[in-house]
């Protein structure tokens, strides 16, 4: 299984991209920055989108992807829990906004078809197993286990605040891909805003060490950019604490499972 990691921040610049990894180059999980990172011919080739949860950051290149249609035409399948999907369509894919996708270039053919999923439904998407886990945010959300043929796997949380200990039940992945967001001096208002801190991760992987005796490799995205040099220190003081390193990732960073 080869993942690409597309977008490691909570916001776009010249060298960031909002969040997106990419699967095997044919299943994207979210879709912030998914057409802004990719040629064309990559966008092509994409099945499935997988979208943690609604919120802009994580659902903006959709409407991209819609447009920049295949020759001969292709479907792209984008799922999500109902609340996400309906916020989605509301918003971003009515019509209003720019051309309905759902229904473009056909109703019976549409460039982009809305799946709505269950948390824990099975799915099975080009050759993978793909299981959606609730996580806690401030908007109806789940992270995706992501599993290739031969069982290597994913957990890729998508925007989390603390209390995972539910989710480490049902999730054993061999690359654990996390967010952080803030500064541990914002520990208040990460809690509020359902995201977490370089400490408020090393108690979840504490947590998750003492259910199962390890931890993951650990690849963190989502990260400030404002922050983000305060961050990296914080993040290599929580790798120390748990006596393991944390990794960081960035736009581009490909690992082979
Ligand atoms: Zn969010
Ligand atoms: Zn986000």
Excluded at 51 to 65: A, G, N, P, R
Excluded at 75 to 86: H, K, N, Q, S
Excluded at 176 to 182: P, R, S
Excluded at 207 to 216: D, E, T, V
Aim: charge should be negative; aromatic fraction near 6%; hydrophobic fraction near 40%.
């Amino acid at each position: 299984m080869k993942i690409e990691i597309l977008g490691a921040h909570n916001t776009e610049t010249d060298r960031c991209r909002l969040p997106c990894l990419l699967v095997d180059d044919e299943i994207a999980l979210d879709a912030g920055g998914l057409t802004s990172s990719l040629a064309l011919d990559k966008q092509q080739r994409i099945k499935a989108v997988l979208l943690t949860h609604h919120h802009f950051d994580h659902t903006k290149d959709l409407v991209m992807l819609g447009a920049n249609d295949s020759m001969p035409p292709s479907t792209v399948d984008v799922y999500g829990l109902p609340d996400t999907l309906e916020a989605v369509y509301l918003y971003l894919l009515d019509g209003k906004m720019y051309r309905d996708y759902t229904q473009w270039p056909s109703k019976d053919q549409p460039r982009l078809r809305l799946r709505p999923i269950a948390p824990f439904q099975r799915l099975f998407i080009q050759n993978h197993e793909i299981v959606p886990v609730p996580v806690s945010h401030t908007v109806p959300a789940v992270g995706y286990l992501v599993k290739a043929e031969g069982g290597r796997s994913i957990f890729y949380t998508g925007d989390t605040g603390n209390g995972l200990s539910e989710c480490w039940e049902r999730v054993t992945p061999d690359v654990l891909f996390i967010e952080v967001t803030g500064l541990n001096r914002m520990e208040a208002d990460m809690v509020r805003l359902r995201h977490l801190t370089p400490l408020l991760l090393a108690q979840e992987l504490q947590h998750y060490r003492n259910l199962k005796g390890h931890i993951p490799r650990v690849i963190i995205t989502h990260l400030s950019v404002l922050y983000e040099e305060e961050l990296r220190q914080e993040i290599a003081d929580a790798g120390k604490l748990l006596e393991m390193e944390l990794e960081i990732g960035y736009e581009g960073l490909t690992i082979d499972l």
